[in-house]
T-cell receptor, first 113, second 113 residues
Framework: KQEVTQIPAALSVPEGENLVLNCSFTDSAIYNLQWFRQDPGKGLTSLLLIQSSQREQTSGRLNASLDKSSGRSTLYIAASQPGDSATYLCAVRPGAGSYQLTFGKGTKLSVIP | NAGVTQTPKFQVLKTGQSMTLQCAQDMNHNSMYWYRQDPGMGLRLIYYSASEGTTDKGEVPNGYNVSRLNKREFSLRLESAAPSQTSVYFC????????????FGQGTRLTVV
């Protein structure tokens, strides 16, 4: 069974710092990996989708990388801002079976002004 | 740009009552999903519909039923609510169930007393 782990569970950084969020998964047979942002009491907002054949995706200050063979993905946030404070979730879509997303429990990011 | 719309946003039920959570998407997506999110447990799949006319169980289907009413709408029914079903429920959709990005609604916060 696919398991997705996000470490650390919480992270606090000063404004302006570059940071990396980590996601690891146990089964490398995946179709893709998706990063989401969740604000308190809100739904999930899709940030980036990386297909299994890709190494990275970029959107603005966000860059996500994927190393499928080692079962790891990172989300890099450049020049962090207080508005980046949220919980960040990664989810993998397995390459067989029901193809349904398996989520990590998230990293809660606080960016301190 | 409504995306995925869920109703209601909040609901309080008494044990044993029934209710239906509604979900509609306007993105012409084929696949739709219902998740629940609980503290410490992350997001878990309840049911999904890969395409109109099909539904399948996810990780935690017990106590729930679903209906894919048409391509746009996917409802989740609790026949006899239990306190263990207190949770935040999210509906999501994607073009297909394998390769494409998933989009989430804003959630329904359900409390069963």
């Amino acid at each position: 069974k696919q398991e997705v782990t996000q470490i650390p569970a919480a992270l606090s950084v000063p404004e302006g710092e570059n940071l990396v969020l980590n996601c690891s998964f146990t089964d490398s047979a995946i179709y893709n990996l998706q990063w989401f942002r969740q604000d308190p009491g809100k739904g999930l907002t899709s940030l980036l989708l990386i297909q299994s054949s890709q190494r990275e995706q970029t959107s603005g200050r966000l860059n996500a990388s994927l190393d499928k063979s080692s079962g790891r993905s990172t989300l890099y946030i450049a020049a962090s801002q207080p508005g980046d404070s949220a919980t960040y979730l990664c989810a993998v879509r397995p390459g067989a079976g029901s193809y349904q997303l398996t989520f990590g429990k998230g990293t809660k990011l606080s960016v301190i002004p | 740009n409504a995306g995925v719309t869920q109703t209601p946003k909040f609901q309080v039920l008494k044990t044993g009552q029934s209710m239906t959570l509604q979900c509609a998407q306007d993105m012409n997506h084929n696949s739709m999903y219902w998740y629940r999110q609980d503290p410490g447990m992350g997001l878990r799949l309840i049911y999904y519909s890969a395409s109109e006319g099909t539904t399948d169980k996810g990780e935690v289907p017990n106590g729930y039923n679903v209906s894919r009413l048409n391509k746009r709408e996917f409802s989740l029914r609790l026949e006899s609510a239990a306190p263990s079903q207190t949770s935040v429920y999210f509906c999501a959709s994607s073009v297909t169930q394998r390769y494409t990005e998933a989009f989430f609604g804003q959630g329904t916060r359900l409390t069963v007393v």
